[in-house]
T-cell receptor, first 112, second 116 residues
Framework: SQQGEEDPQALSIQEGENATMNCSYKTSINNLQWYRQNSGRGLVHLILIRSNEREKHSGRLRVTLDTSKKSSSLLITASRAADTASYFC????????????FGQGTRLTINP | EAQVTQNPRYLITVTGKKLTVTCSQN?????MSWYRQDPGLGLRQIYY???????DKGDVPEGYKVSRKEKRNFPLILESPSPNQTSLYFCASSTTSGGNYRETQYFGPGTRLLVL
């Protein structure tokens, strides 16, 4: 079963704008991760936030985690055409099996 | 260069003809995993391995086999492929951090399989 659910499924914005994607999950987690996938290619790890963290930054990426609402958001600031990709959240459930569970992803398109 | 490689990258085959997709990593990672990606279903884990000779089922193991005889290799075997196994397959690896393998995973480039 899918643990993470991304919202929206697709997002189209102008270059330079900020993009926000959300992820909701169902069970308690050790950590939540965000990955990027360019069309048909392998996933690339972007950032990991642990359950005891509320916010994390990496370059133009900002991730927040609200464990009380079981949700996370990924903000990409000052978007660029190269940010066009699908973005997935992945959760590592507390006490769960040795695996990450991925959501279905948000397809982000940056228009020049 | 640290990487996960998969071969072949593209494969067209017929129902019932056994095939193997290879996966190799050069990062000395203990943990390796296979996923399939299908439209509308996201990534689903097929099998994973926490170390040599240690493998376990993921969410969708039916119709697949794996082996982990060496640390660097984790082949995916389809003994009798069927059309519903047409998919995009990814291998991934990671190392342990305080006993948790479920942190940064490194993905291969993918293998696109079509079963006729």
């Amino acid at each position: 079963s899918q643990q993470g659910e991304e919202d929206p499924q697709a997002l189209s914005i102008q270059e330079g704008e900020n993009a926000t994607m959300n992820c909701s999950y169902k069970t308690s987690i050790n950590n939540l991760q965000w990955y990027r996938q360019n069309s048909g290619r392998g996933l690339v790890h972007l950032i990991l936030i642990r359950s005891n963290e509320r916010e994390k930054h990496s370059g133009r990426l900002r991730v927040t985690l609200d464990t009380s609402k079981k949700s996370s958001s990924l903000l990409i600031t000052a978007s660029r055409a190269a940010d066009t990709a699908s973005y997935f959240c992945a959760t590592d459930s507390l006490g769960g099996a040795q695996k990450l569970v991925f959501g279905q992803g948000t397809r982000l398109t940056i228009n020049p | 260069e640290a990487q996960v490689t998969q071969n072949p990258r593209y494969l067209i085959t017929v129902t019932g003809k056994k095939l193997t997709v290879t996966c190799s990593q050069n990062m000395n990672h203990e943990y390796m995993s296979w996923y399939r990606q299908d439209p509308g279903l996201g990534l689903r884990q097929i099998y994973y391995s926490m170390n040599v000779e240690v493998t376990d089922k993921g969410d969708v193991p039916e119709g697949y086999k794996v082996s982990r005889k060496e640390k660097r290799n984790f082949p995916l075997i389809l003994e009798s492929p069927s059309p519903n196994q047409t998919s995009l397959y990814f291998c991934a690896s990671s190392t342990t951090s305080g006993g948790n393998y479920r942190e940064t995973q490194y993905f291969g480039p993918g293998t696109r399989l079509l079963v006729l």
